[in-house]
């Protein structure tokens, strides 16, 4: 498997940009589709976006609506986040995530995780 660290996260303001990073090691990264997640204070885990193996294709979360974008550059092994015009509801800790079956929204079929890299919107 691999090993996943996230950084990028940090405290901005509302109509901000981040751009979060997620560095593999260990085992072959281009044999991963890779996957964000989010989870916000009492609320459950959910899924942002994720991208195939070579980066053929990529799936958001519907509620999104074009703020997020999902990149991976597999020569550097880092899969990337940009979120643009930030709200104070994208306050969560954002979580990168690997997964061997491409397309998967389901947290239960991602195999490793991050220790996650917390995001914070002010207003």
């Known amino acids: 498997q691999v090993q996943l660290v996230e950084s990028g996260g940090g405290l901005v303001q509302v109509g901000g940009s981040l751009r979060l990073s997620c560095v593999a090691s260990?085992?072959?990264?281009?044999?991963?589709?890779m996957g964000w997640f989010r989870q916000a204070p009492g609320k459950a885990r959910e899924f942002v976006a994720s991208?195939?193996?070579?980066?053929?294709?990529?799936d958001y979360a519907d509620f999104l609506k074009d703020r997020f974008t999902i990149t991976r550059d597999n020569d550097k092994r880092t899969v990337y986040l940009q979120i643009d015009s930030l709200k104070p509801e994208d306050t969560a800790v954002y979580y990168c995530?690997?997964?061997?079956?491409?397309?998967?929204?389901?947290?239960?079929?991602?195999?490793?995780w991050g220790q996650g890299t917390q995001v914070t919107v002010s207003s």
């Open positions: 995530a690997a997964s061997r079956i491409p397309n998967e929204r389901r947290a239960n079929a991602f195999v490793s």
């Open positions: 991208v195939t193996q070579g980066s053929i294709y990529t």
């Open positions: 260990g085992d072959t990264f281009g044999a991963y589709a």
